[in-house]
Structure formats: structure tokens, C-alpha cells
């Protein structure tokens, strides 16, 4: 939940000036969204996502976050789509910070995902692949490979105050993982953060995406790595070959993955698992302890981890090996 | 901001399974409200509030707000409606909790509030002490004069840590309100918590009132003095006759106020400056300090109490004593 910046109605009405949309009818803060401010919108002209740039963002890298979803929007993918003002930037600045406004994408996100739905989020991302191939701006990945273990460091020495060994347990993933770290896959642009909460569904179906502001350029797989991790475990801790099926199948509907991407899958869910084990961790440990802020346990990821460590192929994941190198 | 619970698409459909309002269409957690999570819901019929009602609220007092709401609107006062199902109470249940489903109210509620906003919040409250003359339902308020001291009893030994003295101070005016709390005026329904975030405004008028969770019977003119409190204090902590002359000649354009009603303005101002000033302190001392949840600062009501206390009649609020005693 997030709504870090209030607003008053003077300013509003004062940034709602230069769109043609009505007069301002209501707006409330709503809890969605962990790095910015987001307010639903209500004027004559419709109903709105108004979304405040926090500091956790980077200014410059809003151009890029904008363009992107006006790409995505342009080749037809279903994401909020920036309003233009009667003249000027999409980006205009309201309480002290930069903010932009946004369609207002109908749907829900859901709890428990099925595995039909892991294989429209497959589809969806592999959609999103496709589109961005010809989007002109970059986003190196601040999150990647070489950037987990000075994450680690920043963790200070507590990290076995969360489980004992975990330290020692992370420095020798962290060397493997350095190691075995692929470097010649396409790459491209990554939604990068694609969890349930990010995807909406309407009467059964995959009816949007949104939060994309961990998007980076980056090896396109690892965007796939990542969604297995986000979507395919149960609420037990154990990974679901269904679902793990029907991603993959449903990326591979739309984009192909090359037998290289296939084989690397394994390595990069590792990596994908210490990378929010990571941040979590990181989080647990700096965040001071509050009844009113639920932090997510680094303990998942770390089991999310362990699994795919011992991950032998593909295989593992619910797709056939014959499949696999078709 | 207040969203306490987590609701599932699932669980959500089954609850609107009870109304005509078509499909689901989207729902967000809202930032609205301290004693309840609220949701904005889409459907095909519209968009709608949802209301979850936490621990805090008794589920026993829920006939009576819900009712109270039912009964405001029939009058013709503009608040939220509960949206009545096909069949059966307007109370359900969703996610172990009481809910209920309110119509949407536009509007926006004011950060900065001027004279003539005060003068017609006022007029609303006035209005709604008027229509709820014929509302059967009964609810004690259960942060009055005698529940004062346990409530400062309950804070500990701790009030001096806020500010050096503030026990004596406290002790000293609890024992003055004790003794000349009136008990001969009007009594009625109260609001009893008409702060500026409780009232919309629409293109400079009122357009309607929120949040009756702490509406309960008690003195009418109480709930002027709380507003008193709540409306006509500038950020320096000075009053504003102006604004105190607007709102109390905004009541009396609605509902008349005796003299004796008048006369006890300052005494019900002390009272209600006090109410806030121990829930405050009681948060203040039992809330744990954190980052992320801004404790609202007991001292503000401190010096309303001071300045109250400090006041000779009714003409200290702006209200002449010809008009007073007319």
C-alpha cells in the first residue's frame, strides 16, 4: 500500500489544467503500487490514475518508464496509457514532485493464480518482448547480476539473524551464479517485477499489465525466470509443473525461446530468486520493525532458491525435453 | 490511510452476488477512513464504496450507523447510501468481516478551509441535528465527559514525556469539566467527528458528509464545539473569529441554538479540545514509533484547550451577544 503524498484540491485542479478533461469531480488515494503515490481520479471526462514520482524513482529514468508505456500501448498491448495534456510533456509536476496521469485499466489482480492464467501471463510477457523490440530508449538493469552481491554487503552482518548459515549460504550462490551467468542471450526490454499484483484479469481473461517501473533492458529469459518464481510456486513452497508448463508454453506461443534460452532457464531462476531474496533481506534488515508495516519474509525467496539449485533442466519445469529442442 | 484486509476477487464476486450491479469490473484498497478498510468497486452498475468494519468498531453499533445513513438520506442529506441487495440486511460479510456496499459520493474535502466553507459545514450539521430528530435508534457516546478520566488514566505516566507539567494541566481541567459540564441542553444524534477529511466539497459547495462511525447521542451543541475546534484554528494555532462567526451563524440559519445553548459554547469547546487532546496522547504513548505512520500530535489540541480555556463567552468565538441573545 502506498500513498506516501497528500494532495490538495487547489493543486490538482491547477495540474488538471492542461488536459481537456472536465472538471475535477473527486480523487482518493489508493493502496497500489510501492514506490509511488497513485490517486484514482474522477473528473467530467472519465475516471483516472494520477501517479506521484517518490524518491525511490530516479527522474531520469522517467522518460524511459513513460515511453515505454506509450510503446506498448501503440502496438496494441493493454497497459495504462499516459493522457496528453492539451500541449506539452505527459510529465508535469504536482506537490512538489513529477507526476503523470494515466488511463484507467478495468480488471483485478488475482490471490491464487491458476495455470491458465500462467499461460496468459506467459503470453502476455512474451507479448511484451515482441513489442518493445523496436522501442529506442535503454534502461541498463540495476538489479542485475553484478549488482546482488554489493546488495549483500549493504545487508551488513545480520543476515544469519534471519536464518543461521544464510550468509555463508548466499556468498557461495553469489559465486556461482557469477559464474555461470549467461552472456550471450537476446536481450531486451524486461518488465522485470511482473507478480500477480501487476496483472489484472477481467471475466477470466488477461486484461492488462501494469507497474512498469522496474522495466530495464536486460536478458529477455530473465524476465521469464522471474515470472516463474512470482507465479508457479504454491502457498507450501512447492513449484507447480502445471503452471510451470503453461507459462512457458504460453511464452512460447508468441515468442519463440531458443534451445540456449531453454537450457539457461535453470541459472537464471537462481538468479532470479537471490535477487529478490536480496532485496527483501535488505529490506528486513533496514526497515525498523513496526506492527503496521508487513514486510515480505526473505525466507520464500530463499526456499525459491534452494528449489531451483537443485533444478537438473528445463525439465524440471514442466516442459518436455523433445518439446524443448523443437 | 487504511486498508487492513485483503480481498480476493473470488470472495468479492460472491459478496456482489447479492446486489444487481452487474459484473465486477475493478476494486482498490482505499486510502480513506482510520477505523475501517475501504474499497473503490467497479461494476457494471457504477462505482460504489465498499466498507469493511475492523476490530475497532463494535459490530453491535452497526444498526445504528448503517441506520443513521439510511435515515440522513431519506431526509434528503446528501452522505453515503448503503446500497440495499436484492434481498436480506444491507450488513454482509467478506473476508470474516461485516461489510456493506455505499453508494459513491463525489467531491473532494478541504485541506485549507475558508469562512464560507466553515459557515456551510455549519449549515450541515445543523441540518443533520434537525433530520435525525426522528431517528428511533439510540448509541451513547462512548468518549464523553466520564469516560475522560479513565481514558487519561489508561495513558500511563507518561503525558509529561510530551510536554513537561501536561499531567497536572490535564488533571486541573478534567476536574473543572467534570464539575461544569452542562446537563440541561438539547441532546440528539452527533456526528461527533466532523473533521474537514469527514466533508466533500464540489465546485465550491458542500456536496455531502462521511464517515459516521463515531455518530452517537450526546449535547447537539457538543458537536458545533468540536467543529469549533476542528474547522476555525489556523495552522499558527490562532483562531479565527471569522470563520467561528461563519460556522456558528451557519448552524443558526438551519436550527436555532437557545441561549443557555450559546453560553455553553466555551465549556462544550473546552470538552471537546480535551477528547482529542487524550485520544491523541492515548495513540501517542501506545502507538510504537515508526517510520512510516505519522502520529497525530497531541499538543495541537493542548493549545485549543489553552485558548478555550482562555475564553470569556460566546463573542470570543465572533458571535456578537446582541445577535447571541436574539
Redo the contacts between chains.
Keep these: 500500500?502506498a500513498?506516501y503524498t497528500?494532495v490538495?484540491?487547489a493543486e490538482l485542479s491547477a495540474f488538471l489544467a492542461r488536459y481537456d478533461l472536465g472538471?475535477?469531480?473527486?480523487?482518493?488515494?489508493?493502496?497500489?503500487g510501492v514506490e509511488n503515490s497513485n490517486f484514482?481520479v474522477?473528473t467530467e471526462a472519465g475516471?483516472f490514475i494520477l501517479t506521484l514520482y517518490e524518491k525511490r524513482v530516479n527522474r531520469d529514468d522517467l522518460p524511459f518508464f513513460i515511453g515505454l508505456m506509450e510503446h506498448l500501448a501503440a502496438e496494441g498491448l493493454s497497459c495504462p496509457l499516459p493522457v496528453p495534456p492539451r500541449e506539452g510533456s505527459v510529465l508535469g509536476e504536482l506537490a512538489g514532485r513529477p507526476g503523470a496521469l494515466f488511463t484507467?485499466?478495468?480488471?483485478?489482480w488475482?490471490?491464487?493464480p491458476n495455470a491458465e492464467q500462467c499461460r496468459e501471463v506467459g503470453g502476455a510477457l512474451a507479448g511484451m518482448h515482441k513489442a518493445t523490440q523496436g522501442f529506442a530508449l535503454r534502461r541498463p538493469n540495476a538489479l542485475s547480476v553484478e549488482s546482488w552481491r554489493p546488495l549483500f554487503e549493504g545487508c551488513g552482518p545480520r543476515a544469519d539473524d534471519v536464518e543461521p548459515g544464510l550468509s555463508d549460504e548466499i556468498l557461495s550462490e553469489l559465486g556461482a551464479l557469477e559464474a555461470a551467468w549467461p552472456s550471450d542471450l537476446p536481450t531486451g526490454v524486461l518488465h522485470a517485477d511482473l507478480f500477480p499484483d501487476n496483472v489484472?484479469?477481467?471475466?477470466g481473461r488477461l486484461s492488462g499489465l501494469i507497474d512498469f517501473y522496474f522495466a530495464c533492458n536486460d536478458i529477455l529469459a530473465y524476465d521469464l525466470a522471474i515470472c516463474l518464481c512470482a507465479w508457479c510456486f504454491e502457498q507450501d513452497g512447492a513449484f507447480n509443473v502445471t503452471k510451470g508448463r503453461a507459462m512457458i508454453e504460453g511464452y512460447r506461443a508468441v515468442h519463440p525461446l531458443s534451445p540456449a534460452e531453454l537450457d539457461a532457464l535453470p541459472i537464471l531462476a537462481r538468479g532470479a530468486a537471490m535477487r529478490f531474496l536480496l532485496t527483501r533481506l535488505y529490506d528486513w534488515i533496514h526497515i525498523?520493525d513496526?506492527?503496521?508495516?508487513t514486510k515480505k519474509d526473505p525466507r520464500e525467496y530463499l526456499r525459491k532458491s534452494r528449489f531451483h539449485r537443485q533444478v537438473q533442466s528445463v525439465a524440471d519445469y514442466g516442459v518436455s525435453l523433445e518439446s524443448a529442442s523443437a
Design positions: 500500500m500513498v497528500d490538495g484540491e472538471a475535477l469531480l473527486s480523487y482518493k488515494g489508493i493502496a497500489e484514482l474522477r475516471t484507467f485499466l478495468e480488471g483485478m488475482t490471490r491464487r489484472f484479469f477481467l471475466q525498523p513496526t506492527s503496521f508495516v
